[in-house]
């Protein structure tokens, strides 16, 4: 998944067009407020037609969710963990993926029917923590975000993580070409779907 923060709208776009040039399938726009409202509609109307899914994140609050689910969002991320966030997103059918740190998260994910979290920050938490939280937590699925590029991909993929978000490296040259080559090489190698 890509991730586009706090960007124009014409670079968000073209941001969008490279990750999907590389077979990303989810670009995510936060969208905390109503400026970044224009650059969230543009990666959306750019999207469409294309089979792409563009979601709103940095969703906090019921009121964020309400907004982003008017305006057309595929899917919604949250940097931790609001039960009320949750459970609207069910309610509304709009998949919602909360950012954990903890066990006592995890667990309260689960519990709210949620078995895709999005590890957060995960450069912090580190790819042991993955792997050690997958034994109590065999069937949650984790998307590594923050942090995440070329040079710990791979680790985060082997610890078994089945979803990485990336977002500055997208914009430096080379960078998002060598993390495609690793996902590509581990998809090869069976490692990913």
Known sequence: MGIFR????????????????LGVTLVEVPVPDEEAVPSFLAAKRAAEGRGKHVGAGTIT??????????????????????????????????????????????????????????????????????????????GVNFVATGGVDA?????????????LAVGSAFSHDGAIEMLASTILTLRGADHVD
Do not use: Y
């Open 61 to 138: 609050t019921v009121e964020q969710l309400h907004r982003v689910h008017e305006l057309g969002a595929r899917f919604t991320v949250a940097p931790g963990l609001s039960p009320e966030v949750a459970r609207l997103s069910q309610q509304l059918k709009l998949p919602h993926l909360p950012g954990v740190a903890t066990s006592s998260e995890i667990a309260g994910a689960i519990a709210l029917g949620m078995n895709w979290v999005k590890a957060f920050p995960a450069a912090q938490l580190g790819p042991g923590w993955i792997k050690a939280q997958l034994g109590p937590f065999p």
């Open 151 to 163: 040079e710990n991909a791979a680790e985060f993929l082997d610890a078994g993580c089945r979803g």
């Open 6 to 21: 706090s960007l124009p709208p014409e670079e968000t776009v073209a941001l969008c067009e490279r990750a999907w040039s």
